[in-house]
């Protein structure tokens, strides 16, 4: 029983310094490769970023512009303000003031 404790607890402290390895290897990465980054490359950078959603955004509405069924509703108020309309000149011929 206890070598068996003794091996997973080798293997548990094995595994965790390979993982130690690789979060270093991903952090040197990261570092280096922001290493020539200074604030006004990266003020640019959110600017870009700024101008591009907004761009997106545009791009999404006018989308969803196309599909909008605002035009069937503009044709059914048109209709029953014609409806309407007609109605109202009917009822105007058949009243008999007196």
């Known amino acids: 029983m206890v070598k068996i404790l003794l091996i997973m607890s080798c293997a548990v402290a ?3 310094f390979f993982l130690c390895i690789y979060a ?3 952090i040197t990465k990261i570092t280096e490769s922001t290493k020539d980054l200074d604030w006004s490359a990266l003020s640019n950078i ?3 970023l700024a101008t591009l959603k907004k761009t997106i955004q545009t791009l999404n509405n006018r989308l969803n512009g196309m599909h909008s069924p605002k035009i069937a509703d ?3 108020m048109r209709y029953m303000a014609n409806k309407n309309v ?3 000149q009917n009822n105007n011929n058949k009243i008999i003031g007196g």
């Open 46 to 48: 959110t600017g870009d």
């Open 24 to 26: 270093h290897r991903r």
């Open 86 to 88: 007609a109605q109202q």
């Open 14 to 16: 094995l595994l965790s």
């Open 74 to 76: 503009e044709e059914i």
